[in-house]
C-alpha cells in the first residue's frame, strides 16, 4: 500500500504520514533552539551593540546538536521543556466524543441519548488501513482515532471514513520472532487513551526489536510529541504483550502488560504507570508472581471515583502458596496494592488455567465489584474491600467471561464463550442473571439507544440486542472472522468496529 495516498470507501484521501525520523528532527531543532536563546537571555554577558542584530532563536543547528539528533534511537522522542509542554493545552471534549475504551474512566461503554433501532444494520462505510484494528475506535474532537497492527494511529473523518492523518510510530513485530502468540504482525493491540488535560492521545505500540513504548500524539495533526520505553528492568519483552486497553487518571497513563497466546517463556503480570507529561518516574505493581499472574483483559484498568485502580490478573504457576495470581486486585493511583480477591478455588484455577483475568472488573454505582472469569462463575465483592481469599459477597454459577463490561445503573452486561449477558448486582450485594443472549453473541457489549451492540468474532456477524430482554433486534455480517475481544464505540448513529483489514462505521436507523 502506497504510504502518501489511501484508498477508504469512499474518493481518496490524501494522508499527512509523519514518520518518526522527520518529526524527531523538527522537534529537537526546534526545542534545542528554544532552550538556547532561554540560556543565553539568562547569561549575565555585556548587552549587544545598539543596532546590532539579536541571536535568531530558529538558527541553524551546530555540528553538536546535528550530531545528537542522529544518534537518537528511533523509538525514543524526549519528553518536551516546560516552555514546549505548555502548548500542550487542557481541551474541551466534544459531548458526543467516545475519548477512551468504553467511553470513560469507569468503563461503563453507556452512550446516553444514542439514537433508538429502527431499521436493519447496514455499513456506512468502510476503510481499508495498514492492519487490523483490536483496539477499540475512539472519538476525539470529532474525529476518528484508530490504531492498528502496523503500528499506526490514524485520525479519520467519522461520517466518511476519509482519511485526515496517519502517524506511523514504528515497525510491528513479526509473530516469527516471537515463542508464541496469535496476532501476527504484532503492533498496537490495547486501546489508546486520550487525555484532555494535556488534550494528548496516547498509544503502546510494539516495535521491532522487541519493546514496547508509550507514544503521546498531537490529536489534532499526529505529531508525536514524545515517547519512552515501558519494559521494566528484568523484563523479557518477547514474552510480553500489551493488550489491555490504557487508562488515564491522577496525572498517568496507566499501561497492563501480560504474555502471549500460549504462555511461553518467563513473564510476569504488571501494571506501568507513565506521567501524562513524559517527564518523572514510571511507577509500576507487578503481580508477586514466579511466573504468569498476566494482566491482560481487554479492558483494562478499572478507575473509581477516588482515583484508585482494580485489575483481574490471570492464572499463576503457583498451586500452594497464594501468589497473587488468578485475583482482582484494587491499587492507589501510586499502584500501591490496597485489597486483594481471589476466589477459595484459586490452585485448582490455577493448575486448569481457569484465570480470573480474562474478564476486567466491573464497579457499580451501588459499591461493588462483579468479575466472571474462565471457571465460569460470578463473583461480587465490595468495593475498597476485596474481601481476600473466598471473601466475596456473593456468587453464582453463570458462564464464562471474557474482555470488558458495559453498564446500566448497577446491571452489568458482559460477554462468554455462549453470549452475552445481563446480571443486576442488588443493594445487598446479591447477584442475578437477569437474561442470556443465544448462543454465539460473544463479542464484547457496550449500551446505547436502549440497544447492546456486540458481535461474533468468529463468523464476523454484529449484533444489536434489545437492552431489556437481550433478543436480536438486528443482525449484520461482515463477511468474515473480526478480531479477538473486539468492542465497538458508539458516536452520532454509528457503530465503529474494527475489522481484520482496517475499521467500519454501521447504522441501524
Avoid at 163 to 182: A, E, R
Avoid at 289 to 300: F, H, M, S
Wanted: with cysteine; proline share 7%.
Amino acid at each position: 500500500m502506497g504510504r502518501r495516498r489511501l484508498h477508504v470507501g469512499g474518493p481518496a484521501a490524501q494522508v499527512h504520514d509523519h514518520t518518526v525520523n522527520a518529526r524527531r528532527l523538527v522537534w529537537l531543532v526546534v526545542t534545542v533552539a528554544i532552550l538556547a536563546a532561554g540560556c543565553a537571555s539568562a547569561t549575565a554577558s555585556p548587552s549587544p551593540t545598539a543596532g546590532a542584530p539579536s541571536p535568531s532563536p530558529t538558527a541553524a543547528p551546530s555540528a553538536a546538536t546535528t550530531a545528537a539528533v542522529a544518534s537518537s534511537t528511533p523509538s525514543e522522542i524526549p519528553a518536551p521543556s516546560a516552555s514546549a509542554a505548555a502548548s500542550a493545552s487542557p481541551s474541551t471534549l466534544d459531548p458526543d466524543d467516545w475519548p477512551v475504551y468504553h467511553l470513560d474512566a469507569a468503563r461503563s461503554g453507556n452512550r446516553a441519548g444514542f439514537p433508538k433501532v429502527t431499521g436493519p444494520l447496514a455499513v456506512s462505510w468502510s476503510a481499508t488501513l495498514d492492519g487490523a484494528v483490536y483496539a477499540e475506535p475512539l472519538v476525539v474532537h470529532s474525529r476518528l482515532i484508530v490504531a492498528t497492527e502496523g503500528d499506526s494511529v490514524y485520525s479519520l473523518d467519522p461520517s466518511s471514513g476519509t482519511v485526515v492523518w496517519k502517524s506511523n510510530l514504528g515497525t510491528p513485530v513479526s509473530q516469527s520472532t516471537l515463542p508464541c502468540g496469535n496476532i501476527d504482525p504484532l503492533g498496537i493491540t490495547g486501546t489508546p487513551a486520550y487525555d484532555s488535560t494535556t488534550n494528548t492521545v496516547f498509544a503502546v505500540a510494539e516495535v521491532a526489536g522487541p519493546r514496547h513504548v508509550l507514544y503521546a500524539v498531537d490529536p489534532d495533526d499526529g505529531t508525536v510529541r514524545w515517547s519512552r520505553g515501558i519494559d521494566l528492568p528484568g523484563d523479557d519483552p518477547r514474552t510480553h504483550q500489551q493488550r489491555p486497553a490504557l487508562a488515564v487518571a491522577n496525572g498517568y497513563v496507566y499501561v497492563g502488560l501480560g504474555g502471549l497466546a500460549g504462555d511461553c517463556g518467563q513473564y510476569v503480570g504488571e501494571l506501568v504507570g507513565v506521567p501524562v507529561t513524559g517527564s518523572g518516574d514510571t511507577i509500576s505493581y507487578r503481580v508477586p508472581v514466579k511466573r504468569e499472574g498476566a494482566i491482560w483483559a481487554a479492558g483494562g484498568p478499572v478507575v473509581d471515583p477516588n482515583g484508585n485502580l482494580y485489575v483481574s490478573t490471570g492464572n499463576g504457576s503457583s498451586t500452594t502458596t497464594f501468589d497473587g495470581s488468578d485475583s482482582v486486585v484494587e491499587l492507589s493511583p501510586s499502584l500501591q496494592q490496597l485489597s486483594v480477591f481471589a476466589p477459595s478455588v484459586w490452585a485448582s484455577d490455577n493448575a486448569r488455567d481457569r484465570d480470573l483475568g480474562s474478564l476486567s472488573p466491573a464497579l457499580t454505582p451501588n459499591g461493588y465489584v462483579f468479575i466472571d472469569g474462565k471457571n465460569g462463575t460470578g463473583y461480587v465483592l465490595k468495593q475498597g474491600d476485596l474481601g481476600g481469599i473466598g471473601g466475596q459477597v456473593s456468587k453464582a454459577s453463570i458462564c464464562t467471561g471474557f474482555g470488558g463490561t458495559a453498564l446500566e445503573g448497577n446491571d452489568v452486561f458482559f460477554s462468554c464463550t455462549t453470549g452475552t449477558v445481563r446480571v443486576r448486582i442488588g443493594s445487598d450485594g446479591s447477584l442475578k442473571v437477569v437474561w442470556k443472549s443465544g448462543a454465539g453473541v460473544n463479542g464484547t457489549p457496550v449500551v446505547g439507544g436502549g440497544a447492546v451492540w456486540t458481535a461474533n468474532e468468529l463468523t464476523g456477524v454484529v449484533y444489536v440486542l434489545d437492552e431489556a430482554t437481550g433478543k436480536t433486534l438486528a443482525s449484520l455480517s461482515l463477511g468474515g472472522e473480526l478480531p479477538h475481544f473486539l468492542s465497538p464505540a458508539l458516536w452520532r448513529g454509528l457503530a465503529f468496529l474494527g475489522t481484520m483489514k482496517g475499521v467500519a462505521a454501521l447504522t441501524a436507523s
